[in-house]
């Protein structure tokens, strides 16, 4: 076991069976044995890589289409430029350095990054200097806000239950007859859910949550945001996952020591950021998103000035079978504005979220 499989253990014995959720929080957050309380997870010599650390055109497109946001709105100022989850920074360096030359952009921007890492904010600072730390999104100005969220929204905890002939019931961690870590199902709950048996449904409340904490500030004074993550529309089934050495994992074999994610379900944070106040995207897939902001001009030319890597960049951030359709962008956006570069508005006649609530906890209530 590891050293957090332990305490968690320990936990178990005491207090029971242990909601997924809360095992995804401890495994990636635990003060002493967290997964990012610990650690750079980025990179090459990490258990993953980012689009923004396979090339600079990734936040280099997504600096310019915030840009331009702003600047469809008046280029207010000041401003709050924001990431949710910067990682080692690397996004909002490529951000910063595309936008130097767009008017009054960078004078008017304070740039605030909401990061719970205390390793992870050391890092960031030493990249871009002096920055705003924030604990939450709830601690976000009052002020127009410019917002980013790079995989950010699949590393939340999420609850997941399971139809069995008696109804819906709570996937759970808990010890199997060896003391090690098992999943198990709790009691059956009444839930207003369909599907057959076996089929497991996922939630992300807090996901939710902060989505509408960003689309108030939005909705209230002004400005935008633009999600990328890996994921879908009203999506069903088990996706927890965990990485380590870029490898995958069994999510409950190394807490601590390996990152967990889930896939993100892009309609209640749609739905969210619409009750809140502002509109909404549907998710565009990462490639043809990309591809319509320029990314493919942008790889030609970094190519002519001798860039090697370029086209296998290129290749790896927007083909289909790459990254290129499993992730998804999805903008939010003030009312009476254009949407940011290469989104569309939501169609109403898709509602804003499913009928269905997924999970206990409520993502997405029914509209």
């Known amino acids: 076991m590891t050293p957090l499989a332990r305490i968690i253990a320990a936990r178990i014995r005491a207090e029971g069976p242990m909601a997924l959720d809360e095992y995804m929080r401890l495994c990636l957050m635990h003060p002493q044995h967290g997964y990012y309380s610990t650690r750079d997870p980025f990179g090459a010599q990490g258990d993953f890589t980012t689009a923004p650390e396979i090339s600079q055109m990734f936040g280099e497109l997504v600096g310019l289409a915030i840009a331009q946001a702003w600047l469809d709105q008046g280029a207010p100022a000041p401003f709050t430029l ?8 690397t996004l909002m360096a ?19 990054l909401v990061e719970a890492s205390p390793h992870l904010r050391l890092v960031q600072r030493q990249r871009l200097g002096e920055v705003l730390h924030l604990d939450s999104a709830a601690d976000l100005p009052q002020a127009p806000l410019f917002l980013i969220a790079n995989e950010f929204f699949d590393a939340l905890p999420i609850r997941q239950v399971q139809r069995t002939a008696q109804g819906w019931a709570e996937r759970m961690v808990t010890l199997d ?35 509408a904490t960003v689309a108030g500030r939005i909705a209230s ?11 879908t529309w009203d999506g069903r089934g088990d996706s927890l996952q965990a990485l380590r050495a870029h490898a995958y994992d069994d999510p409950l074999a190394h807490p601590g020591e390996a990152d967990l994610t889930a896939h ?27 591809q319509a902001l320029g990314i493919e001009a942008r790889a030609a030319r970094l190519a002519a000035a001798g860039d090697t890597g370029a086209a296998e ?20 956006w003030a009312k009476d504005s254009p949407p940011p570069p290469g989104f569309r508005p939501l169609p109403l006649r898709d509602g804003p979220a499913p009928q269905h609530r997924s999970g206990p906890g409520g993502a997405g209530p029914a509209t």
């Not at 749609?270 to 565009?284: D, F, N, Q, Y």
């Open 82 to 89: 924001a990431e949710l989850g910067p990682g080692r920074g």
């Open 94 to 112: 490529d951000v910063l350095r595309a936008t130097a030359r767009v008017p009054g952009f960078r004078q008017a921007a304070t740039v605030a």
């Open 177 to 211: 007859a060896a003391g090690a870590l098992a999943l198990a199902l709790g009691a059956p709950q009444p839930l207003p859910l369909d599907g057959p048996e076996g089929e497991i449904r996922e939630s992300c409340p807090e996901g939710a949550a902060i989505t």
């Open 221 to 231: 004074h002004g400005g935008a945001a633009i999600v990328i993550d890996y994921g």
């Open 264 to 290: 993100v379900d892009f309609a209640p944070l749609a739905a969210a950021a619409i009750r809140a106040g502002a509109l909404a995207s549907p998710p565009e897939p990462q490639g043809p998103w990309l």
């Open 313 to 332: 960049a290129l290749d790896r951030l927007t083909a289909p079978a790459r990254m290129g359709h499993l992730f998804k962008a999805m903008a939010v």
